[in-house]
């Protein structure tokens, strides 16, 4: 179950984004191993102030793993973060 969190700025403020661009800054990942099973808590917050679109990724696919379902609330605010 993963949930993120963005900031947008009226002007941007990251090299390579624009204006009102929602770039997530905060994720939190519950991870559940099989049905019915105990969810452990994953999360990950950016505080430096810097771009924190890279190591976002990288601590989300650390998180991930390779294989499973993701659910989301709202898969398409989600997706288009990803992309």
């Known amino acids: 179950y993963l949930d ?6 009226r ?5 390579g984004t624009r204006s009102d661009q929602q770039v997530p800054f905060q994720f939190s990942l519950h991870i559940q191993r ?3 099973g105990p969810l452990s808590h994953v ?3 950016h505080k430096e102030q810097t771009d924190p679109r ?3 990724a990288k601590a989300l696919v650390d998180a991930c ?3 499973g379902s993701v659910i989301v609330y709202f898969k ?6 990803n992309d």
């Not at 002007?11 to 090299?15: C, D, G, K, L, Q």
């Not at 398409?76 to 973060?81: P, T």
């Open 11 to 15: 002007v941007p403020i990251y090299e």
């Open 43 to 45: 999360s990950f917050i």
């Open 54 to 56: 890279r190591t976002f």
């Open 4 to 9: 993120y969190e963005t900031v947008a700025a």
């Open 76 to 81: 398409d605010f989600e997706a288009g973060r």
């Open 65 to 67: 793993g390779d294989r």
């Open 34 to 36: 099989f049905p019915g």
